[in-house]
């Protein structure tokens, strides 16, 4: 696989792809590793992944000029991404030391329960948020003790390569952690479908996600899907809407709208629509595209060519737009539609910078309209009255809301989707319970 630099098409690496057999073996070399690694104490599993963390600190540079070429992530972004995976790896690193079970009082002795690891979990990259997303399944799968086979994006692998040379240096011991580059459909379906993996954590879009759950379910492995999004930003009249239309931009067009979580429906309530647009028009104009080793610039190149062929096949006479380089690139200026609520622009995941606006007269319309989607994972809501964003809050079926703020992702709080934006949750106190079986012991006093 050639690996190319969006910003500049040019040739980055060329990289091998694992075919089924490579694959199995990998399996192999997970499932003899888990024994050990299950076995290890569990303060020696902490301070194997602080040290982890702590090889991904003094790299951070690294992983981000590798994801800037690699992804055209603005060098901002990248250094963040690289910032969040070691703040991941540390915060579950606390965790095998706290990996509590209960005692529960019964009649006729004691009993108790074990959290035991899974063993070997896959996880199944896309190319958007290529570390981040490695980092917040592989660090708790890691802790709960289970060995992990990471399979990142065909397009993206550079990152998760590294991230993988930094656990081994480490000293993680070999097959705990293995990046597998390889296709789709041949090394992500035979991880989906192998009987010796116990888990897949999968991220990426919803087709793929129906495709990944049919086939794990042949062995009843278990899964945490990460899918699409088409999330609402909905702002009411009383809000402070010059810093609703301000921050707006930033919501939808961030890592050049290729984000889940991206809030590419902007609801406005209708008596403060024109004031609002007034003040969005001018921010989505000035949204710097460019170089994303510039640190000046807000916005890079979209993923691939052919991406870029998808997400112009959304855009028809748009309301307005932002500019964007010419020549070598794939770049797509960041673009703001009006359409009708029939429009597949207003009903589909567009994964770029293209936000659509649509006016709505009341809170109940509003609702309605957020909903009004298969999806549900992101979204935010604007307004000065605490009941009503406490009402509007719960009334919305998304996993993860913000009020007043765009931020949806917080390594301490769990992260996931509603409807056919997911199933199960990631990151926060309790991650490690999506990768542990519950096992309960009665012992007869008898
Ligand atoms: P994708 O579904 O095409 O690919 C994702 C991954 O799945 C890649 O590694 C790919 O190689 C692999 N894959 C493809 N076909 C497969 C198959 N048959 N069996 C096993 N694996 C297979 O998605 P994408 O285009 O890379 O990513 C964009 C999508 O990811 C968007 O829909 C976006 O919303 C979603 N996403 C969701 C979250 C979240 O947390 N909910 C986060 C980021 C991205």
New binding site residues.
């Given amino acids: 696989m050639k690996i190319i630099n969006p910003a500049t098409e040019e040739v980055l690496a060329d990289i091998e792809l694992a075919d089924a057999a490579e694959t199995d073996r990998a399996v192999e070399r997970a499932g003899r590793a888990f024994r050990s690694w299950r076995a290890t104490a569990p303060a020696d599993r902490a301070r194997l992944l602080r040290a982890f963390a702590a090889r991904v600190r003094e790299a951070a540079d690294v992983l981000a000029d590798l994801e800037t070429a690699n992804a055209g992530h603005t060098v901002g972004n990248a250094r963040w991404e690289a910032g969040n995976v070691s703040d991941v790896l540390e915060y579950y690193a606390a965790a095998p030391e706290r990996h509590l079970g209960s005692q529960i009082p019964v009649a006729g002795g004691i009993d108790v329960t074990f959290r035991e690891p899974l063993g070997v979990v896959g996880v ?6 290529p570390m981040v ?1 490695m980092g917040w399944a592989a660090a708790p799968a890691l802790a709960a003790g289970n060995t992990v086979i990471v ?4 397009q993206t692998p550079l990152t998760a390569l590294k991230l993988a040379e930094l656990a081994l240096s480490a000293g993680l011991p070999e097959g705990v952690l293995q990046v597998l580059p390889g ?3 041949v090394a ?2 035979r ?2 479908e192998h009987p010796e993996v116990a888990k897949i954590v ?8 129906r ?2 759950m049919a086939s794990a379910a042949k062995t009843l492995k278990r899964v945490t899907l ?4 088409k999330s609402a930003n909905i702002v009411f009249a009383d809000a402070d809407v010059e810093r609703a239309a301000k921050t707006a931009p930033g919501a939808v067009f961030d890592n050049a709208g290729q984000d ?1 979580c991206a809030r590419s429906r902007i609801l406005v309530q209708r008596e403060v629509y024109d004031r609002f647009m007034e003040v969005f028009e001018p921010a989505v104009r000035d949204v710097v595209v460019g170089d994303p080793r510039d640190p000046a610039t807000e916005m890079g190149p979209l993923i691939s060519a052919e991406h870029r062929e998808r997400v112009r096949g959304y855009v028809g006479d748009p309301a307005f737009r932002g500019d964007c380089p010419q020549g070598r690139g794939f770049w797509f200026p960041p673009t703001v539609l009006t359409p009708d609520e029939r429009s597949p622009a207003w009903q589909e ?1 567009i ?1 770029g910078p293209v936000a659509s606006v649509m006016p709505f007269d009341d809170e109940e319309s509003a609702i309605r309209l957020a909903n009004a989607t298969p999806y549900g ?1 992101s979204g935010s809501i604007w307004t000065r009255d605490v009941g009503r964003a406490l009402r509007v809050s719960r009334a919305v079926e998304s996993g993860n809301l913000s009020v007043n703020s765009h931020s949806s992702v917080r390594y301490a709080t769990p ?3 509603f409807k056919q ?2 199933i199960g949750r990631e990151l926060g106190p309790d991650a490690l319970d999506a990768f542990t079986e519950i096992k309960n012991v009665f012992i007869s006093t008898d």
């Fill in positions: 199944i990259v896309p190319w958007n948020f997303i399979k990142p994006a065909e296709a789709g459909e992500g379906a991880l989906a999968f991220t990426g879009s919803t087709e793929v996600g495709l990944i990460e899918l699409g999004g889940c995941e994964f994972l992260f996931g989707g934006s997911g």
